[in-house]
């Protein structure tokens, strides 16, 4: 099943005998929801190829604060890991499942050979960099641009395609976290929201129109 879950999720993206390859060579992983896959200062001599749920990338500040940059859904991997392998430098990024996640673990050196002898791998990478340069490049857009109520509006919508549900759980801290601000701020925009019929509350849910 493994294995059959792997070609599923990077048969588009890779060759048959390197996702062989990889089934061969790959450590295979499971987490649970909120649990940390990698942790900010942690060395890498592995990269994260991801098969099933979701994962949030965080950055923290000097005063422990998170900010989320981006997330990363199954048949992704995350490139500010690949960085810090390339440059065997201890990770930046704290990530962290978003919902119950299974993955892959390549150890650095396949990554490296792969990148110089592989297309289906140079192309892969060099994509997955492009993918996140863009979305990185969209959240410094939205914090020096966006309001905060559009913000938020922003990432319940994210939200809801993440899970391919309209209504979500999640807390009011939860979400102060990820967009960096306090949970005062989120509860009144969000009853701001509710007002302009963009949202329905409940206990730890949202429902977005």
Not at 63 to 86: K, R
Request: aromatic share 8%.
């Amino acid at each position: 099943m493994t294995f059959e879950l792997l070609k599923q999720k990077f048969s588009n993206t890779l060759d048959e005998k390197l996702i062989e390859e990889i089934f061969e060579i790959g450590q295979f992983a499971s987490f649970k929801q909120n649990d940390i896959i990698i942790d900010i200062g942690q060395p890498l001599k592995f990269i994260p190829l991801l098969l099933s749920g979701d994962i949030k990338i965080l950055r923290e500040d000097d005063e422990g604060n998170e900010l989320l940059i981006y997330f990363l859904e199954a048949g992704e991997t995350c490139t500010m890991s690949l960085t810090c392998c390339m440059g065997t430098t201890k990770s930046k990024i704290r990530a962290v499942a978003e919902k119950d996640t299974s993955l892959v673990m390549i150890p650095v050196e396949n990554m490296q050979i792969w990148f110089h002898n592989n297309e289906s791998w140079r192309s892969f990478i060099l994509e997955s960099y492009q993918t996140r340069f863009d979305e990185m490049l969209e959240t410094i857009d939205n914090l020096a641009f966006m309001k905060m109520d559009k913000r938020l509006l922003k990432y319940l919508i994210n939200k809801t395609k993440l899970h391919t549900s309209k209504t979500i759980i999640v807390k009011h801290q939860d979400i102060a976290e990820d967009l960096h601000t306090s949970r005062v701020v989120i509860s009144r925009l969000l009853k701001q929201l509710e007002k302009e019929n963009k949202i329905k509350l409940s206990r730890n849910k949202i429902e977005v129109f």
